[in-house]
């Protein structure tokens, strides 16, 4: 049962509240970057489409083998232009890596034969097919001399790095040669572990692993060696590596340490503290601020620590360093001023408090911080039954602060308390305007479906059958060399990966082209889930350069089929089918539980795509009659875990909103719930939800099923163009 309560509101200002229309702003959503994708430009030989090479690298090697071989064997496609590569040259170097993988090396080496010639831009790595050809053909004489050449010819490319570890079998030199010259190559980090495993007392092998390898799998083990064996010995520079290491790894207790031991920059003592707090060392981490502070009073690192200090520290001491921040970090100020506030409020100094937020919302009136407190005024209204004031509040934010992360809820809550005034012109308005200004956010899907658009509610989602259209061909790569983006487009994944970590040079700050380049490279070899997170985190950079470039990229396609991949399509069809549940919620469910990890094991044992835990998959079997399984192993996950999730939803009579919240948090929970919130609105109940984390995954697992709608459904991307179009012609002026 809701129980309303008045809400005193401690904001004593006198803020007019802006006058100007939700739908007003449609005019700027132009270069907001709200409209719909802009066409990404067409690869050199998309005029034969058809016959394109690119188009068939999704395929399996058996499934495109055919058309390979037609398009190998077709010399009028071949060009004389080096400056363009032809589709034959193409088809011969996919095929004959094909083909040696299917343990067939004539057939490989004839495809090979003369094709750097006519391909330049892979010629190190046509040797490398070749030498490996070679390699499996048994001929050890032609092997050696085809490794030979290899680095003869390529003598400084990466490539060089394969050849030194195969020749360095029979001549240790070589070994020493790769570690040199090719450090950061996969093979010379294979190489430094090998030598490792015989001799662990290596500094110099273990730094370049820490330097190099934070991708292996007992890259925190060589952490750990390397401190605990040479740490008397280790310079500073190499702190900073392991450091990064620990960092990378979210190990922060152990990154804080090395920091500590790190040159002295403002950014290393601001890692050192940090990571000691969310060690829980609060008093350690208090100390390491005030370090910070002391050495570096003007850093912009102090500016932030500052801040988090005072949340470490007694409130007398703590007013007195958000002042400093305010006085001395601009780019800080506003987060000081809310922190002020609410500590002001703790005191019981209600006047001084809402003097502070008064200051807040006129001298920082654009900034996230304005627009966080805002939205806190408009939820105290909403809470206490004061719609209009909720409403105003809302508007103000959408105005004033569009960009801060409570903008789409407010847009969105703009149309849901304006229906509940009665004003259902303006509410319309709001919605429009939330999907056009968030279009990714899981409050434009809620916004579609209160304008009435197909795209499913809570109650109908289970049952659809939306239509799914994959891009043919991969994105463009932002970053690295012209070699790169061929084996990248030409799905060689493992040979660009290895490719990549050379010319990767800058890890610790790249750029947004370079780190949405190392997203996909992670995807590329099977690493979802950091792959993910590296593409997901470009949302958080904040330097205005930074920020322009990603802006400009999520206009592009390939931002969000990157972001929203469709790994394992078939098998997702297959056991949606079975259960009879819409195949996208389904990819929805599974990217937020595992990011598409098959291995992937929670801290209480939940295992594979869907997360099943050991019990309930022993409960579900039972129920399905499957004696055998593993919940590592693709299918049968998705077997027992949409089941489960077709269990959950007979539950909650096909609500979906009520099976994804108890597929998380357990039907006992989510009918605790229904007992104590009234279901008549789905979006006041998903607010009231009382765990975090569940409230969280509803909402997150909804904002992925809307992406991959707007993304891969044909009709929902055309209503999302549509929308677009009228919105530009509602913005001219009449």
Same mark, same amino acid.
């Given at each position: ?5 008045? !809400? ?131 001929? *050890? ?38 570690? !040199? ?13 090998? *030598? ?5 007392? %290596? ?36 702190? %900073? ?74 409130? *007398? ?58 939205? !806190? ?9 004061? /719609? ?127 780190? /949405? ?161 009234? /279901? ?13 984390? !569940? ?6 697992? /909804? ?32």
């Amino acid at each position: 049962m809701n129980q309303r309560r008045n !809400t005193r509101v401690y904001v004593l200002i006198s803020l007019s509240v802006g006058v100007m229309a939700i739908g007003s702003l449609l005019a700027a959503a132009s270069w907001m970057g709200v409209g719909p994708f802009q066409k990404a430009q067409q690869p050199p030989d998309a005029a034969n489409s058809a016959s394109s090479v690119k188009m068939l690298v999704s395929l399996s090697p058996s499934d495109r083998a055919a058309k390979l071989v037609e398009l190998a064997g077709d010399r009028s496609n071949n060009s004389n232009n080096l400056q363009q590569i032809s589709p034959q040259s193409r088809a011969r170097y996919l095929l004959a890596g094909d083909l040696i993988q299917q343990g067939n090396a004539a057939k490989a080496l004839k495809l090979l034969e003369n094709l750097e010639a006519e391909y330049p831009i892979l010629a190190s790595q046509i040797a490398l097919k070749r030498a490996q050809a070679y390699q499996l053909s048994g001929d *050890k004489g032609k092997a050696q001399k085809a490794w030979q050449e290899l680095l003869k010819n390529y003598p400084s490319e990466p490539v060089a790095a394969e050849a030194l570890y195969v020749l360095g079998k029979s001549k240790p030199e070589y070994w020493q040669q790769a570690v !040199t010259e090719f450090p950061a190559h996969p093979r010379s980090v294979e190489i430094a572990q090998g *030598k490792l495993k015989q001799n662990p007392n %290596q500094p110099e092998l273990m730094l370049l692993v820490a330097k190099y390898g934070h991708y292996i799998k007992d890259y925190g083990t060589v952490l750990e060696q390397l401190v605990q064996q040479n740490s008397a010995a280790l310079k500073p520079e190499d702190w %900073q590596e392991i450091a990064f290491g620990y960092w990378e790894k979210q190990d922060y207790g152990k990154g804080a340490i090395a920091y500590g031991k790190a040159p002295r920059t403002p950014k290393n003592l601001y890692r050192k503290a940090r990571g000691l707090w969310l060690d829980g060392k609060i008093p350690e981490s208090r100390i390491a601020y005030q370090e910070l502070v002391q050495e570096f009073p003007d850093a912009e690192d102090t500016g932030l620590g500052l801040i988090r200090l005072s949340r470490v520290s007694d409130p *007398k001491d703590a007013i007195v360093y958000l002042d400093r921040a305010i006085g001395s970090f601009p780019n800080y100020a506003a987060e000081a001023l809310l922190d002020k506030s609410q500590l002001l409020d703790k005191a019981g100094s209600g006047q001084s408090a809402s003097d502070t937020r008064k200051l807040l919302l006129t001298k920082y009136n654009n900034s996230d911080k304005a627009g966080e407190l805002r939205w !806190t005024i408009a939820q105290q209204y909403a809470k206490g039954g004061d /719609f209009k004031s909720a409403w105003q509040w809302a508007r103000e934010l959408t105005t004033n602060n569009p960009d801060s992360e409570q903008a789409a809820e407010a847009a969105f809550w703009v149309g849901k308390w304006a229906q509940q005034l009665g004003r259902e012109q303006d509410a319309k308005t709001a919605f429009e305007y939330t999907i056009l200004r968030y279009p990714e956010s899981y409050f434009a899907w809620r916004s579609a479906v209160l304008l009435g658009w197909p795209v499913g509610d809570f109650t109908t989602v289970r049952d659809l059958s939306p239509n799914v259209v994959r891009p043919q061909g991969r994105p463009e790569l932002t970053a690295g060399s012209p070699a790169l983006k061929e084996l990248y487009q030409l799905g060689q994944d493992r040979d660009a990966w290895n490719l990549w970590q050379v010319e990767f040079t800058n890890r610790v700050e790249p750029s947004i082209a370079e780190q /949405f380049t190392d997203g996909l490279m992670r995807i590329g070899v099977g690493d979802n889930l950091d792959g993910l997170w590296m593409i997901g985190s470009l949302r958080q950079r904040d330097k205005p350069d930074d920020r322009t470039q990603y802006l400009a990229l999520r206009q592009q396609p390939a931002y969000w089929q990157a972001l929203y991949p469709f790994p394992y399509l078939e098998n997702i069809t297959k056991g949606s089918q079975e259960n009879k549940i819409n195949q996208v919620l389904v990819t929805a469910l599974i990217r937020q539980e595992s990011r598409f990890m098959p291995g992937i094991k929670s801290s209480v044992g939940a295992t594979g795509l869907m997360q099943v835990m050991p019990e309930t998959a022993s409960w579900v079997a039972q129920k399905i009659n499957l004696k055998k399984y593993s919940l590592e192993n693709v299918d049968d996950n998705i077997k027992l875990g949409t089941w489960y999730l077709d269990h959950t939803h007979d539950e909650y009579k096909n609500n979906s909103m009520l099976a994804v919240a108890s597929y998380n948090a357990g039907p006992n929970a989510v009918a605790d719930w229904l007992k104590r919130f009234s /279901f008549s609105d789905p979006d006041a109940f998903a607010e009231k939800i009382p765990f975090p984390e !569940t409230k969280g995954y509803v909402k997150s697992v /909804f904002e992925n099923y809307w992406n991959y709608l707007r993304i891969y459904n044909p009709e929902v991307n055309q209503l999302m163009s549509e929308h677009y179009a009228n919105s530009q012609k509602k913005a001219k002026p009449q």
